[in-house]
C-alpha cells in the first residue's frame, strides 16, 4: 500500500519561490506515474503537472507552465514541485498523486494514491 505526505506549503509573497516535496513511504514509487494537483476552496481540483514512470517526462498545465518545475528521485522515493513567480491565484492546497497505471495523466481519476495536502498561500 502506496502512501503519499505532501510538505513544504506555507504563507509566502507574490513573486517568491516556493518547493514543495512528496514523500511515498510505500517503497513502490518507481513503479509509478506521478503528478501533482490543486484545489482551492469551492474550487475544483485541477492539474498542475505531471511526471512519467519512465523517462521521468514532464507536462504542465498552461497557467503554470514555465513558473513550476517538477523532479523526482525514485531512489529516494520522493518527488518536487519546485514553484517560482508565485501568484495569488496560485493560493491553494497542493496534493501528489501516484497511479500504477501506464504514463501520466491529467485527469485525476487515473491515480489510486493522494496525499493529505499541503497549504500554500500567496498574499498579493
Avoid at 4 to 29: F, H, I, K, M, N
Avoid at 51 to 71: E, H, L, M, N
Avoid at 88 to 115: F, I, K, N, Q
Wanted: net charge negative; glycine share 12%.
Amino acid at each position: 500500500q502506496e502512501e503519499l505526505v505532501e510538505s513544504g506549503g506555507g504563507l509566502v509573497r507574490a513573486g517568491d519561490s516556493l518547493t514543495l516535496s512528496c514523500a511515498a513511504s510505500g517503497g513502490a514509487l518507481s513503479t509509478s506515474a506521478m503528478a501533482w494537483f490543486r484545489q482551492a476552496p469551492g474550487k475544483e481540483r485541477e492539474f498542475v503537472g505531471g511526471i512519467t514512470r519512465i523517462g521521468s517526462f514532464t507536462f504542465y498545465a498552461d497557467s503554470v507552465k514555465g513558473r513550476f518545475t517538477i523532479q523526482r528521485d525514485d531512489a529516494a522515493n520522493m518527488m518536487y514541485l519546485q514553484m517560482n513567480s508565485l501568484k495569488p491565484e496560485d493560493t491553494a492546497v497542493y496534493y501528489c498523486a501516484a497511479t500504477l497505471r501506464v504514463g501520466a495523466s491529467w485527469d485525476p481519476s487515473w491515480y489510486d494514491y493522494w496525499g493529505q495536502g499541503t497549504q500554500v498561500t500567496v498574499a498579493s
